[in-house]
């Protein structure tokens, strides 16, 4: 699973959010989910490049085994959830995505 673009608003606050996979959408515990890990970035100094912009960033785990022991290695879709901990009103995500790779 890749979770790309994350993007901080401010780079001097802590911030933590968890990635679950098939949370139930609506009525339900987002806390229900099973957990694919968390990203935690902690306060740093930030250099940026005017040219380029804000700096962004990737996360990537590996999902292969939970998919499998929560059977959804078939599944076409499955629902991913971005449960905030600390800081996530300044956290910006560009996108999620899940594919095999070598």
Known sequence: MIIEGI???DHFKFVKFDVLVNAPESGG???SGYCAGSVAMTP???RTNKKKGSMKTV???GVCD???NIGADGDKTVVVSLVPRCGGELVTIG???IGYTK
Do not use: C, E, N
């Open 95 to 97: 996108g999620v995505s």
């Open 7 to 9: 993007q901080v608003a």
């Open 44 to 46: 740093h100094m930030v």
């Open 29 to 31: 515990d987002a806390a």
């Open 66 to 68: 939970l998919m499998d």
């Open 59 to 61: 996360a990537r785990f």
